[in-house]
């Protein structure tokens, strides 16, 4: 193959990346085709997220269970939190927020948990009931002692969007498979972290603790993260999924509490009033779970 040729086939295979950025882009009659793949090329892609192999109980020597703080504030995980304005961007691009409750208000994400043991099945109410607040201003207040119920104008209603959440936690159990050889990860849940609704924006209050919103049960969620897409600040030719994000552990995070004899307790629980000796300590329990692979192999 000469030089020309080398070039040539390079050259086909650039083209062929930068059409599936936007698929159908070129044979796309209108601006409204494009993104939309024909029949025959849904039947072709077969585009659904790759499922988990079986794992018997007799093939994991050892696990830990782990809950991580995943930040948005880190430039790693920005792709989980953007986009935040919905009116420029395909409707396959939504943040993970968004992407989590838009599954939930569908019906297709029906595993929404109150904590992360999965002990309090949430309903569609009680999820709304954490996403806004109905405030009545002095003036509507004095409507009502006047003896007018017609004060709407005087209701302000305050939601909770994909901007104001700030985290997310994640809970995922380590573990070493006998039969492969290596040491595995598998997400479990999920939660959104923000700040509380009712106390959000009010400036008599003083309250800066954050708690999730409620908990997704990962397997449940995956059809739905699948189909949104991430983009992929490496090559926007080959967008990736939050399904792929997430199980690849394309993310920055710090373990904040991991299974323990003394009820699961939080790293903030026994290392106290230092942020940087949590952070040593959490850094500390990532160590003891790479080096169980090695310790593995050691005779």
């Known amino acids: 193959m000469n030089k020309n040729s080398i070039w040539s086939f390079i050259l086909v295979l650039v083209l062929v990346n930068s059409v599936s950025a936007q698929s159908n882009l070129l044979n796309a009659n209108k601006p409204s085709d494009i993104g939309k793949k024909t029949a ?12 988990y192999g079986y794992i018997d109980d007799r093939d994991i020597v050892w696990s830990k269970v782990v809950w991580e703080y995943i930040d948005l504030n880190e430039r790693i995980n920005l792709p989980m939190y953007y986009p935040v304005d919905t009116t420029n961007v395909s409707s396959d691009r939504r943040s993970l927020f968004d992407t989590l409750l838009r599954g939930i208000r569908k019906g297709d994400i029906t595993e929404v948990y109150d904590d992360s043991y999965f002990t309090a099945k949430m309903t ?3 999820i709304n009931g954490k996403l806004y607040r109905i405030d009545t201003t002095d003036a509507g207040f004095d409507e009502l002692n006047a003896g007018n119920n017609n004060i709407d104008e005087y209701i302000d209603k305050i939601n909770l969007t994909s901007q ?11 573990y070493f498979d006998k039969r492969q050889g290596e040491l595995k990860y598998r997400l479990l849940a999920l939660a959104p972290i923000a700040p509380d609704v009712q106390v959000m924006g009010r400036e008599d209050l003083d309250i800066t603790e954050q708690l999730p919103l409620f908990w997704v049960w990962f397997p449940d969620a995956r059809n739905i993260l699948h189909d949104m897409k991430v983009f992929n600040e490496k090559n926007s030719a080959y967008p990736i999924s939050f399904d792929h994000l997430l199980n690849a552990r394309r993310f920055s995070s710090i373990i904040y509490r991991e299974e323990n004899i003394y009820g699961d307790r939080d790293v903030a629980h026994y290392v106290k009033g230092n942020a940087l000796f949590q952070v040593i300590e ?16 050691n005779y």
Do not use: T, V, Y
């Open 40 to 51: 025959q090329q849904n039947a072709i892609d077969n585009d659904k997220p790759l499922e």
């Open 164 to 174: 104001d959440i700030e985290g997310f936690k994640i809970k995922g159990l380590w």
């Open 282 to 297: 959490s850094n500390k329990i990532k160590d003891d779970i790479r080096n169980k692979e090695l310790d593995m192999w």
């Open 124 to 126: 569609k109410s009680e």
